[in-house]
C-alpha cells in the first residue's frame, strides 16, 4: 500500500509540475488535442514496442527476481506497466478503465503480483491493445478541456505527460535490471 501512495504522489507530483507551465496558456483545443493524442500514440507504440521486447528477453527464471527485499521484481515491473495500460492510459485521456482490474482496494496489487512469464506477457499485449483502443476511439473534440484524475483538474496534455513519464520511468527501471543481470536490451544491440 505504502508503494501505491508514493507512486501516486509522485504522479500527481509530475502533473502538478507540468500544471503551471499549461495553466497560463489557453485550454488545449481540438485540433491541438488530437495532434497531442498522435504524438502520444507514437510514443506510447515505441514504449510498448521495447517494454515486449525486454519482456521477451528475460529468461522466465529471472521473472521473479528483484534486487532487493521490497522492490518489485521483473514481473511486478512488467505486470505494473499492464496495469497503466489497463486503467491510468486511457483515463489519462478520459476513456474507460478496463474491467479486467476491477476498482476493489486490492484488485491492483493482486493483479500485480505475478512472476509468470507467459501471463506477463499475455497482459503487456492485451493491456497495451486496450489502452490504445480507449483512446483512438474518443472523439477529437473530448480531447481538449479539463478533467479530473486523482481528485484535480487538468488537461489532457497534463495527464497524457505525466502517463508518458510514468511508463518511461518504469521502462528505466526494466533496462537497470535486465543490464544488473547481463541482459542486454534487444534494441541495444
Known amino acids: 500500500m505504502q508503494r501505491r501512495s508514493i507512486r501516486t504522489a509522485l504522479l500527481v507530483a509530475t502533473l502538478a509540475l507540468g500544471a503551471g507551465a499549461l495553466s497560463a496558456q489557453a485550454t488545449p483545443n481540438r485540433e491541438s488535442g488530437a495532434e497531442f493524442r498522435k504524438q502520444f500514440m507514437n510514443d506510447l507504440d515505441t514504449l510498448a514496442s521495447k517494454v515486449l521486447a525486454l519482456a521477451n528477453a528475460v529468461p522466465a527464471e529471472k521473472y521473479s527476481w ?9 514481473g511486478e515491473v512488467f505486470m505494473h506497466i499492464a496495469s497503466e495500460y489497463y486503467v491510468y492510459t486511457p483515463m ?11 476498482r476493489a482496494q486490492d484488485a491492483m496489487p ?14 503487456l499485449q492485451d493491456g497495451f491493445a486496450y489502452g490504445r ?8 473534440d473530448s480531447l481538449a478541456g479539463i ?43
Not at 97 to 102: K, T
Not at 134 to 139: D, E, G, H, K, V
Not at 159 to 183: K, S, V, W
Open 110 to 123: 493482486k493483479f500485480e503480483a505475478t512472476s509468470d512469464k507467459a501471463t506477463v506477457l499475455k497482459h
Open 147 to 189: 478533467r479530473k484524475l486523482f481528485g484535480r483538474d487538468f488537461t489532457v496534455m497534463e495527464t497524457g505527460l505525466g502517463m508518458t513519464a510514468d511508463l518511461h520511468e518504469h521502462l528505466g527501471q526494466l533496462i537497470a535490471y535486465a543490464r544488473m543481470n547481463g541482459i542486454t536490451p534487444p534494441w541495444s544491440k
Open 66 to 74: 528483484r534486487p532487493t527485499t521490497g522492490v518489485r521484481s521483473f
Open 133 to 140: 483502443a480507449q483512446i483512438m476511439a474518443l472523439p477529437a
Open 92 to 102: 489519462s485521456f478520459g476513456g474507460a478503465r478496463s474491467p479486467v482490474i476491477p
